[in-house]
C-alpha cells in the first residue's frame, strides 16, 4: 500500500513539491550562510519523494539550542510560507474522500516545514 500511495503521490504533484526543495536548496547552497537552510530543504525534498512509510521525527538529543535557534531564523526568513502552501494542498485534498490520505500528508509536511531542524527521516 506505500508503494501506491507514494506513486500516486509522485503523479499528483509529489515531483513538484520535492523539485521545488532540491531547486531552493542549490540555490541556498551557494552561499555559506545559507547551507545549513539548503540542507533542510534537501531533507524535505528528499521526505516529499517518498512521504508513505517514511517520517520526519526529532534526532537524539533534540532539539537542541543550536536546532531552536535555526528553528527561529528560519520561521523569521519567512519558511513559514513552505507550511502555508502545504495547508493550503491539505485542504483541496481534503475536500473529496480519495484526497484526505494526501491531504493528511501535506499536513504533516507542513508541520515539519514550520521547524525543520532537528529531524531526520526514519
Given at each position: 500500500m506505500k508503494t501506491v500511495g507514494n506513486i500516486l503521490w509522485l503523479i499528483l504533484g509529489g515531483v513538484v513539491i520535492a523539485l521545488i526543495y532540491y531547486v531552493v536548496g542549490l540555490l541556498m547552497c551557494i552561499t555559506v550562510i545559507g547551507i545549513p537552510f539548503g540542507i533542510q530543504l534537501f531533507k524535505l525534498?528528499?521526505?516529499?519523494?517518498?512521504?508513505?512509510?517514511?517520517?520526519?521525527?526529532?534526532?537524539?538529543?533534540?532539539?537542541?539550542?543550536?536546532?531552536?535557534?535555526?528553528?527561529?531564523?528560519?520561521?523569521?526568513?519567512?519558511?513559514?510560507?513552505?507550511?502555508?502552501?502545504?495547508?493550503?494542498?491539505?485542504?483541496?485534498?481534503?475536500?473529496?474522500?480519495?484526497?484526505?490520505?494526501?491531504?493528511?500528508?501535506?499536513f504533516r509536511m507542513a508541520l515539519n516545514s514550520i521547524l525543520p531542524f532537528g529531524k531526520e527521516i526514519r
Open positions: 525534498g528528499t521526505y516529499a519523494l517518498w512521504p508513505f512509510g517514511h517520517e520526519l521525527v526529532n534526532g537524539p538529543g533534540e532539539p537542541g539550542c543550536v536546532s531552536i535557534v535555526m528553528n527561529l531564523i528560519w520561521i523569521l526568513l519567512g519558511w513559514w510560507e513552505i507550511a502555508v502552501l502545504h495547508l493550503v494542498c491539505g485542504l483541496l485534498f481534503c475536500i473529496t474522500i480519495v484526497g484526505i490520505p494526501w491531504g493528511v500528508l501535506h
